[in-house]
């Protein structure tokens, strides 16, 4: 399923009880609400995990940051757990020099397990 409002896009799937999200585009004040509904209409209980994909994302704002927060904050409200994958330099650079350190740990783990 894809979920589009140019210019930025959710590509879901499912995955054994767990979410794929691959955001690609442009996250920002604009789109944020594209994802935020996206993930309250996907959430239930028995999911495992919830992975956001960002290697198609090709710029997000403070604002979009601070979704992806409310994203892990949402994950957690269902028990499921929160993952990063493949965050592009731009994103990873934004998130530092922003200093979200709600989403160090995720970035951390993503580039661990990247590395591995």
Same mark, same amino acid.
């Given at each position: 399923m894809v979920l589009h409002?140019?210019?930025f896009s959710v590509n879901v799937v499912h995955e054994n009880g767990?979410?794929?999200l691959a955001l690609a585009g442009e996250l920002d004040i604009a789109t944020v609400p594209v994802l935020l509904e996206a993930v309250?209409? $996907?959430l239930r209980p028995h999911l495992q995990a919830v992975t956001l994909d960002l290697a198609?994302?090709?710029f997000v704002d403070v604002t979009g940051l601070w979704s992806l927060v409310d994203v892990k904050e949402m994950v957690a409200g269902?028990?499921?757990?929160?993952r990063l994958r493949s965050p592009t330099d731009?994103? $990873?650079r934004v998130i530092r020099m922003a200093g979200f350190v709600e989403?160090?740990?995720?970035v951390e783990a993503t580039l661990i397990s990247s590395e591995a």
């Open positions: 409002d140019s210019p767990s979410l794929l309250d209409e $996907l198609a994302l090709e269902v028990q499921a757990e929160f731009r994103t $990873l989403l160090k740990a995720d």
